[in-house]
């Protein structure tokens, strides 16, 4: 629910009123929040044990009530920047700063005495952190899809011009990546399992491999989901409703 369309239903919900939609949100991203909270711990967390992922869950709530659109980032980017920042800070108060990474240690939301100027500080670091973030990801990328023989200009040639067509072969990488061990295969082989996609799919073998680039290059990114926030905003297929 993280990703995609479904994420912004579920904030429309909120913002109306929708309690369940957001007891919802909350209860489906414990397992984001453990993940940022546990990279930037440096250990695997508890949340019967740990006070650190009771502040990430306060975190995210507070990112639902101050995000807005008009930042021009991903809510769920929005959000591992609100768990940072006060995970870091409370790690920073109880003196446990050798566990995180320094470059943390002047988020804007650890407090100002002036509240305007803490905002203007945090839009800032709002818009610095997002342009670091996409150019960490795009590098990234770019390494994961050249490891399966694949560049960005293979995937600029081999994007569908249709939109059904694109539908249907983002659909494709949706099913490699639902039956995870299709993705693993693809990623030893370097070669898309056509017989398991055809046969699971529906897809005629013929679509699956004039698209196989741009499927491997969908499966990569939503695989490796979270650690392409920005990227897979860009990806379209709805999954249901909050």
């Known amino acids: 629910m ?89 790690l920073r108060k109880e003196s446990r700063w050798n566990r995180v990474d320094l470059h943390m240690s002047n988020t804007p939301l650890e407090g100002a005495a002036n509240q305007a100027e803490n905002d203007a500080s945090w839009e800032q670091y709002i818009e610095q952190t997002a342009q670091r973030e996409r150019i960490e990801e795009i590098n990234n990328y770019n390494e994961k899809i050249s490891n399966l023989g694949i560049t960005f200009k293979d995937l600029v040639k081999s994007s569908p011009k249709h939109r059904d067509t694109r539908q249907t072969l ?19 082989s370097k070669r898309l399992p056509l017989r398991e996609l055809e046969m699971g799919t529906g897809i005629s073998r013929k679509v699956l491999e004039r698209g196989r ?6 499966a990569t990114l939503l695989y490796y989901r979270e650690e392409f926030i920005y990227l897979n905003s860009y990806v379209r297929l709805p999954q249901g409703e909050c």
């Open 170 to 188: 983002i659909r494709a990488a949706y099913y490699i990546v639902e039956h995870g061990s299709l993705y693993e295969t693809l990623r030893a």
């Open 2 to 90: 993280l990703f995609g369309d479904e994420v912004e239903v579920c904030l429309q919900k909120i913002r109306e009123g929708d309690e369940s939609s957001r007891e919802k949100l909350i209860a489906e991203a414990k397992p984001f929040i453990a993940g940022v909270v546990g990279r930037l711990c440096g250990r695997s967390l508890s949340w019967d044990h740990d006070d650190e992922l009771s502040i990430g869950l306060i975190a995210f709530n507070e990112a639902i009530e101050r995000f807005k659109e008009k930042m021009g980032v991903p809510f769920t980017a929005f959000a591992r920047m609100v768990i940072r920042s006060r995970v870091t800070d409370y």
């Open 213 to 218: 680039k741009y499927i491997i290059g969908i």
